[in-house]
């Protein structure tokens, strides 16, 4: 399947899709976060979620990403997701930059994000689209398996 082939939706939490991309985001988070999973599942909510960005490859969903406002400059990067079988086709660049551009659309300046270290293909991916690491913020102070990365938007 081709780039070409993926379509780009914006929404929010609300998203039958995007809920049920969320479940398999979450399985796939209790096994990584072993026995950290329940301290990371409480700040994974999508209540307060307004965008979200989803992909699809014809009408199947394959993909997704949300930002949530952080402070005045700034978004939080949340619920990135790409389909098992659907990895390593360049999905999950596209919904962040489409995240991004949103981002800037709405006034922001700067994405923030966490991941973890039993992510390193996560890592790599925000590494490679600009994203550098810096120290643990808010609850994630602390938490040893924890990475947080920013990137100035325009």
Same mark, same amino acid.
């Given at each position: ?8 939706? +914006?929404? #929010?939490? =609300?998203?039958? $899709? ?6 398999l985001l979450d399985a796939h988070l209790a096994v990584t976060d @072993?026995?950290?999973? $329940?301290?990371? #599942?409480?700040? #994974? /909510?999508? $209540?307060? %979620?307004?965008? *979200?960005?989803?992909? &699809? =490859? ?6 997704? !990403?949300?930002?949530?406002?952080? $402070?005045?400059?700034? *978004?939080?990067?949340? +619920? ?9 086709? !360049? ?6 930059? @489409? ?8 006034? &922001? ?6 991941? !973890? ?5 996560? %890592? ?8 550098? *690491? *810096?120290?643990?913020? !808010?609850?994630?102070? /602390?938490?040893? #398996?924890s990475v947080c990365m920013e990137k100035g938007i325009s």
């Amino acid at each position: 399947m081709s780039l070409s082939t993926i379509t780009l939706i +914006r929404t #929010n939490a =609300a998203s039958p $899709d995007f809920q049920k991309l969320i479940k398999l985001l979450d399985a796939h988070l209790a096994v990584t976060d @072993e026995d950290e999973h $329940d301290f990371y #599942n409480q700040y #994974n /909510g999508i $209540d307060s %979620i307004k965008y *979200v960005v989803m992909a &699809y =490859a014809g009408e199947t969903a394959v993909g997704c !990403g949300a930002i949530k406002h952080y $402070d005045k400059q700034t *978004v939080e990067v949340k +619920r990135m997701f790409t389909s098992p079988e659907q990895r390593g086709k !360049g999905i999950a660049v596209q919904v962040l930059n @489409e995240l991004e551009a949103w981002a800037v659309e709405l006034g &922001y300046s700067r994405c923030l994000l966490e991941t !973890g270290k039993r992510q390193p293909y996560a %890592i790599r991916l925000y590494e490679k689209q600009g994203y550098t *690491v *810096v120290p643990n913020f !808010g609850q994630y102070a /602390g938490m040893e #398996n924890s990475v947080c990365m920013e990137k100035g938007i325009s």
